[in-house]
């Protein structure tokens, strides 16, 4: 099992800056992939952003390429997601997740591990 707990989530307005974290615990946190998602209201949950185990390589959604940065450090188990230039469509609950495709998925279906998400909220 892998707990995940998310945090960083907030109010801010459009063209404001973000920062999640996400804080895994349970099984070698370094043996996952790791990956965002988000879910508006009434929409389906989407991938946004995932990242290798080693860190390497990382993969965005077309709608936040140039703006997010995934990251992750091992010695401390957390995956992170930097948000510039929010704008209202960013707004959702994020959620963090684990898996273990190697190159990670961009399908939810494929992660193993879930928290329980962050609020985020961009006004206009």
């Known amino acids: 099992q892998v707990q995940l707990v998310e945090s960083g989530g907030g109010l801010v307005q459009a063209g404001g800056s973000l920062r999640l974290s996400c804080a895994a615990s349970?099984?070698?946190?370094?043996?996952?992939?790791m990956g965002w998602f988000r879910q508006a209201p009434g929409k389906e949950r989407e991938f946004v952003a995932a990242?290798?185990?080693?860190?390497?390589?990382?993969y965005y959604a077309d709608p936040v390429k140039g703006r997010f940065t995934i990251s992750r450090d091992n010695a401390k188990n957390t995956v992170n997601l930097q948000m510039n230039s929010l704008n209202p469509e960013d707004t959702a609950v994020y959620y963090c997740?684990?898996?273990?495709?190697?190159?990670?998925?961009?399908?939810?279906?494929?992660?193993?591990?879930w928290g329980q998400g962050t609020q985020v909220t961009v006004s206009s």
């Open positions: 997740a684990a898996g273990t495709l190697s190159p990670p998925s961009t399908r939810r279906n494929e992660y193993d591990y």
């Open positions: 349970g099984r070698t946190f370094r043996n996952y992939a």
């Open positions: 990242i290798s185990w080693s860190g390497k390589s990382a």
